[in-house]
């Protein structure tokens, strides 16, 4: 399969503990969103790169999340010091070009207690 | 970001066709009407998307109002495999980053 891939897809930890979330796009894509997802709830839009650039950022990626993009390829998303609000689906996306269709992956579950 | 208004759910029965509606008075000359579906615990997947002809694809079919401030996703034949939440989603052909902005999506219920 050559979709997004993220891992890990779930992940439990105790508030206070930090935690990264990766995500490899499709290899030729050069964009790759981050988008967080609560229940009942649409996605929310959180970060962009366009190759390694991050270019975007929403006011909801707080001074607690981190994102990279080494090298244009893979993504990591980092949560420090994590609360009980952070637990929600993480998802990433990645597309060819600017009106290209967004192909996400499967997302990465937190559960923080 | 313009916005789009979508019912909260629809019910369908299988093997009947369903219309999903979209409001968008706000829509602007550059914006494309996108749809995109999420079956349950997977991410968003692509289903259709139109400027200002009607649009048809494996998938779907997309009706775009003649003053562009509504649509309509059609599904000609529902199977179960079609319950999902569709989200309607305007986005702006010279964005930057091409990023969609979700709303709350209708729920469809497909009942057998």
């Known amino acids: 399969d050559t979709g997004v891939s993220q891992d890990p897809r779930h992940k439990i930890t105790k508030r206070g503990q930090n935690v990264t979330f990766r995500c490899d796009p499709i290899?030729?894509?050069?964009?790759l969103y981050w988008y967080r997802q609560t229940l009942g709830q649409g996605p929310e839009f959180l970060t962009y790169?366009?190759?390694?650039?991050?270019?975007?950022k929403s006011r909801l990626l707080s001074d607690r999340f981190s994102a990279e993009r080494p090298k244009g390829s893979f993504s990591t998303l980092e949560i420090q010091r994590t609360e009980q609000g952070d637990s929600a689906m993480y998802l990433c996306?990645?597309?060819?070009?600017?009106?290209?269709?967004?192909?996400f992956g499967e997302g990465s579950r937190l559960t923080v207690l | 970001d313009a916005k789009t208004t979508q019912p909260n759910s629809m019910e369908s029965n299988e093997e009947e066709p369903v219309h999903l509606p979209c409001n968008h008075s706000?829509?602007?000359?550059?914006?494309?009407i996108h749809w995109y579906r999420q079956l349950p615990s997977q991410g968003p997947e692509y289903v259709i998307h139109?400027?200002?002809s009607n649009v048809n694809n494996r998938m779907a079919s997309l009706a775009i109002a003649e003053d562009r401030k509504s649509s309509t996703l059609i599904l000609h034949r529902a199977t179960l495999r079609d319950a999902a939440v569709y989200y309607c989603?305007?986005?702006?052909?010279?964005?930057?980053?091409?990023?969609?902005?979700f709303g709350q999506g209708t729920t469809l219920q497909v009942k057998p």
């Open positions: 996306a990645s597309s060819l070009s600017r009106a290209g269709e967004l192909f």
């Open positions: 290899s030729e894509h050069n964009r």
């Open positions: 790169f366009q190759n390694e650039a991050q270019l975007e």
């Open positions: 706000t829509i602007s000359g550059t914006d494309y």
């Open positions: 139109g400027l200002t």
């Open positions: 989603i305007l986005r702006d052909e010279y964005s930057n980053t091409g990023k969609l902005i």
